[in-house]
Nanobody
Framework: VQLVESGGGLVQPGGSLRLSCAAS????????MSWYRQAPGKERELVAV????????NYVDSVKGRFTISRDNGKNTVYLEMNSLKPEDTAVYYC?????????WGQGTQVTVSL
């Protein structure tokens, strides 16, 4: 299993970023996918989840209405569209899949929201 995130960077408050996570080594379309984030000094938190078909999504309250998770099963890729970014969104963002009771993670991509 390999998960490779990309798309992070430095953005001003109110700006937008689109994260991507390219997956390989498993049948992507069979599994729900998640985005987590971890800010300095804080625990890793679940940000968004999408079902295997993309028909169901869930978000942590702090990002509802601002972030959108989506997936392209033809490209084995999951996305996180982030709008109206706030300084408190600054964190390393990870994609994750649970497969056979094991969690797999990417290397993470840094998102920094600052003037």
């Amino acid at each position: 299993v390999q998960l490779v995130e990309s798309g992070g960077g430095l953005v001003q408050p109110g700006g937008s970023l689109r994260l991507s996570c390219a997956a390989s080594g498993f049948t992507f379309s069979n599994y729900a996918m998640s985005w987590y984030r971890q800010a300095p000094g804080k625990e890793r938190e679940l940000v968004a989840v999408i079902s295997s078909t993309g028909g169901s999504t869930n978000y942590v309250d702090s990002v509802k209405g601002r972030f959108t998770i989506s997936r392209d099963n033809g490209k084995n890729t999951v996305y996180l569209e982030m709008n109206s970014l706030k300084p408190e969104d600054t964190a390393v963002y990870y994609c994750q899949v649970r497969r056979y009771w094991s969690d797999y993670w990417g290397q993470g991509t840094q998102v920094t929201v600052s003037l």
